[in-house]
């Protein structure tokens, strides 16, 4: 239980989180609020915690532990072709929370609400008895019937990624190791951007619209690229990937010509946060070209193939690799 | 992470919990669901998250514990005049999660789910780092605008509880002291009825559809009557309540004729999971008889007054007492 110089659960709420509250979450003074589609359109609806030393870590500024809670919630709405309308929040905290952090938290919850239009509609505040947890419960809108779904790729199609893959996996590995020697290439610059991918996702929400008007099959990268794509394929689909054409930054550039070992960091690592997505032929260039108006870089970088194996990535030294158990997982 | 001989995170939701997906849900095979409600109708949202050892005994049956979390759900929906229409789940597990804990978990998940009609939607496994936690947020829906809400209650309107009142909190202290000197009055099948009120919320589902036809502000009974009272009010408003009139089970009441004490257990306790309601007295009628129909019993306990003050409660002995802080918090 919460020390008498504790903000009771009501004030808290009152204080840090009714100023984030939507229409029809009634200033987060009821047990509930409301949320009807646009006439036409269904609800597409997500969920995904966060949890502290395991999605994050303890050190981390509050408010980014905010913009990641939303920001991956956010990147599944995208990749369904969906536009955010709002989401609701538990929040379980340690019994050593702070205000300061909370604050914090807020703030940056606040802030990553109001970029995307998407309020804050309910939610729960509990004591975790142990890590802070952070879940949410994000609610998106398409046309009826318009969700991109994960599993409907099609024989032929090209396989496309947004922004580019493996930052985040590489941030992480310099957060543990400061001083790999991948790294020493790597001015302050170009570290801080890597840093900076692990620990702020962009959810790709301007591609949205585009993905529900050209994608067959879609989902976000959260687990590593490899993973993901056999995920999305399925039982019965496979795929023939140009490993030279995955999209990669500067700093994985350098990084990758340093240590060549660090393909498989960067091809299995989590948190791209990109979205991933299939393509009929004949689509493509009208597709990257909505896509590019919403200011993202679109890369093919293979095509669905029949077949129950994993996806080959035909590599630069004409070895065709495979990453069987190619998927990174939080669990 | 988990050991080499542990189930896998999309083999655990494969084999657990997609049996108990709903339409839009894909099996559970994609990262987001769709929900869209009937035409000429509001979604109503609420989260509650449920914590081991704040919410419920470690050593709780798991399928116990998988009715509460959604139980809690429910009782807002119901209190909201919606019915339910699907929940997503967040399971935070502990490191020393078995399988056949798990079992147990979605076994009872999907009996209370099926009983309420309120199928699997979605949701995110992880490691909580620390005791188990199962946050859910719930779908229901109500016509257009019908949604009704806490803070709406008028001068003169009538106050009303279903069911009765204290029994969990009671359960909860035989729980805790089990020799306890007022319960060696009570045998085991009264023993039994209360230890059940605490472990099973009873969600006041056929209650939904009158109270939304009826009554002019409501909430569920969670954190005690007296302080769940006093918040519906809110500023402005206040009430006289006849204690006599508070409805109690027969195990309450020999409870409270061996210890007239717990009269302060039984108005501020937690999880009666009750609805409170207020009417207009010239539907009280009615609403008590559509009420009824479900089969629930209804009880008018007082009247809303103006003023800022604490509800008033008249007890048998002429006293007038107030429950100022009579709101149990459970964070």
Redesign the interface.
């Known amino acids: 239980?919460?020390g008498p110089s504790r903000i009771?659960?009501?004030g808290l709420i009152a204080r840090y989180f009714a100023p984030l509250a939507g229409p029809?979450a009634?200033g987060l003074?009821?047990?509930?609020?409301?949320?009807?589609?646009a006439p036409g359109?269904?609800?597409?609806?997500?969920?995904?915690?966060?949890?502290?030393?395991?999605?994050y870590f303890p050190d981390d500024p509050p408010a980014s532990i905010a913009r990641k809670a939303l920001g991956v919630n956010l990147s599944?709405?995208a990749?369904?072709g969906?536009i955010p309308r709002g989401f609701?929040?538990?929040l379980?905290l340690p019994d050593d929370w702070t205000e300061a952090w909370l604050a914090g938290f807020a703030g940056g919850l606040g802030a990553a609400a109001a970029e995307t239009g998407c309020p804050l509609?309910?939610?729960?505040?509990?004591?975790?008895?142990?890590?802070a947890?952070i879940?949410v419960?994000m609610?998106?809108e398409?046309p009826?019937g318009g969700?991109v779904?994960?599993?409907t790729a099609r024989v032929g199609d090209r396989i496309c990624v947004t922004g580019t893959i493996g930052d985040a996996a590489l941030g992480l590995r310099l957060r543990l190791e400061p001083e790999a020697p991948w790294s020493a290439g790597l001015d302050p610059a170009l570290r801080a951007f890597l840093a900076d991918r692990y620990l702020h996702p962009r959810p790709r929400l301007a591609a949205a619209p585009a993905v529900r008007r050209h994608a067959s099959a879609a989902?976000?990268v959260s687990d590593g690229l490899a993973g993901d794509l056999a995920?999305m394929l399925?039982a019965g689909r496979s795929a023939r990937i140009d490993g030279a054409a995955v999209p990669l930054s500067q700093p994985a550039r350098r990084a990758l010509a340093a240590e060549p070992g660090l393909i498989d960091t960067i091809l299995t690592g989590g948190d791209d946060y990109e979205i991933l997505c299939t393509v009929a032929p004949e689509q493509l260039d009208a597709f990257r070209a909505e896509v590019a108006e919403g200011g993202i870089p679109l890369t093919a970088i293979g095509t669905v193939t029949a077949g129950d194996g994993p996806p080959r990535f035909a590599m630069d030294d004409g070895a065709a690799r495979v990453f069987a158990a190619g998927s990174f997982?939080?669990?």
Chains 1, 2 share one sequence.
């Open positions: 239980m919460a009771s659960e009501d029809g009634d003074r009821d047990d509930a609020a409301t949320l009807t589609p359109h269904d609800l597409v609806l997500t969920a995904d915690a966060v949890v502290v030393g395991i999605h599944d709405i990749a369904k969906a609701l929040l538990t379980a509609l309910g939610g729960d505040t509990v004591r975790s008895g142990g890590p947890l879940g419960t609610m998106g398409v009826t969700i779904r994960r599993h989902m976000d995920k399925g997982s939080h669990f």
